[in-house]
């Protein structure tokens, strides 16, 4: 489990694509280094499983399945990366909780400025909008963040000068596919809502 609270910004340094998996190697500081093979790791919220690690960063792989809903696909080497290593059961859950289990992604389509603050416009298809409200939490790049707007398939977010500083989204630009995990509580009352199954216990 995460908290959406990034700790480091990391660099790709290397991408295989092979057939039906990709490859990516990060490097970065002490967060990036502190990762055993086989730990676990948010990568732009994503979360991945190491399976090399060593000096100041790790390799992990991506399947078809998480290229489809993320934006790891578009990584290149040079690209930067948000990391964000696992709740310590000790831990501050400053954030929200947060799974590492991407439902898809939005894009960017207006950057605007609101005093020292900027506010991000994007747009997501409906499955994933439908979550969303305005003063709720989402997850963005695996960024804990709350919701200023959302009206249809357009919602919004702000941002203060220290969290531009300190994520991908920060240098982002219109255009760009951000990745967007919701609110795993919104899905189960849906659920059960739509009575698809008797949820009643066996006896």
Not at 131 to 141: C, H, M, N, Q, S
Not at 153 to 182: C, S, W
């Amino acid at each position: 489990m995460f908290t959406g609270i990034i700790e480091e910004l990391g660099t790709v340094v290397a991408v295989e694509r092979r057939e039906g998996l990709q490859a990516f190697v990060v490097e970065g500081g002490a967060v990036a280094a502190d990762i055993a093979t086989s730990g676990s790791m948010s990568v732009n919220g994503v979360c991945v499983t190491a399976v090399a690690s060593g000096g100041v960063g790790f390799t992990f792989d991506a399947m078809p399945e998480t290229l489809r809903r993320t934006n790891l696909g578009d990584l290149e080497p040079g690209d930067r990366v948000n990391l964000e290593r696992p709740l310590a059961a000790d831990g501050r859950l400053d954030g929200h909780i947060v799974q590492g289990h991407v439902d898809g992604t939005a894009t960017i389509v207006a950057i605007t400025a609101d005093g020292e603050s900027r506010v991000y416009d994007l747009e997501a298809p409906e499955e994933l909008t439908r979550y969303i409200v305005e003063k709720g939490f989402l997850a963005l790049d695996g960024v804990s963040l709350t919701v200023t707007f959302c009206e249809g398939n357009r919602f919004g977010v702000a941002l203060i000068p220290y969290t531009i500083e300190h994520i991908v989204m920060g240098a982002g630009k219109v255009g760009d596919r951000v990745n967007v995990e919701v609110d795993l509580l919104a899905k189960y009352v849906e659920k059960m809502l739509a009575g698809e199954r008797d949820w009643s216990v066996p006896r």
